[in-house]
């Protein structure tokens, strides 16, 4: 079991990481909530993984609180629920906010994501309100440095990071006209924003 990585983060594509440990390179998806704080591609960087082995894959996912690490686990125990809803629950709203909708029964914020129905919502606040009666916050596994969204040629970085906001929630499950409409919302007056700028700002549109 691969419980947490310390080492070099070679490169960053929403929603996943390349790390470097000891020379090995660790392909980690995270969710958007916690891609948002990871430093900047070269510097040390820590997370909390969840392993898991498929017949046709193994896969980690990473997080940068045990808290958070704990609410996946959760959420994949819930009927209907695999990794990559989960991953996508995550990214739609932070833990807190999801908690907080699970304890106060709010389906409706629930179906504004993608790949949850009514049925899954209902069924979600049900399973997981007793799961989460003792939740808590903890400290992150890294102090997450500024990120620095530079670069010599601002025309080839806008191109390419509505590009990568497009990737990233087309991976995270939704629909490739939904996504590109959010993508183009938030993309309209802020040309020069980075990636995980224009992914908040999407995913903020549609939950």
Not at 10 to 32: R, S, T, W
Not at 71 to 79: E, N, T
Not at 140 to 166: C, H, K, M, V, Y
Request: proline share 5%.
């Amino acid at each position: 079991m691969i419980g947490q990585l310390r080492g070099t983060l070679v490169a960053k594509q929403p929603p996943e990481l390349l790390i470097d440990v000891n020379g090995i390179g660790y392909e980690v998806q995270m969710p958007m909530t916690c891609f948002y704080e990871v430093p900047d591609v070269g510097e040390t960087v820590t997370v909390i993984t969840h392993f898991v082995v498929r017949e046709d894959a193994q896969l980690l996912y990473g997080f940068n609180t045990f808290a958070e690490r704990t609410l996946f686990r959760q959420l994949i125990k819930a009927q209907g629920v695999g990794p990559k809803l989960a991953l996508t629950i995550m990214s739609g709203m932070t833990a807190t906010q999801f908690v907080r909708a699970v304890t106060h029964d709010d389906v409706t914020s629930l179906v504004k994501l993608p790949g949850v129905g009514r049925k899954t919502a209902e069924r979600l606040v049900v399973e997981m309100r007793d799961r989460l009666s003792k939740w808590g916050t903890d400290t992150p596994a890294t102090d997450a440095a500024p990120i620095d969204f530079g670069g010599d040629n601002p025309t080839i970085q806008a191109s390419s990071t509505r590009e990568d906001a497009l990737s990233a929630l087309l991976g995270l499950g939704y629909k490739p006209a939904q996504a590109e409409k959010a993508v183009n919302a938030a993309y309209k007056g802020n040309e020069s924003a980075p990636s995980e700028e224009l992914i908040r700002a999407a995913l903020r549109s549609m939950t």
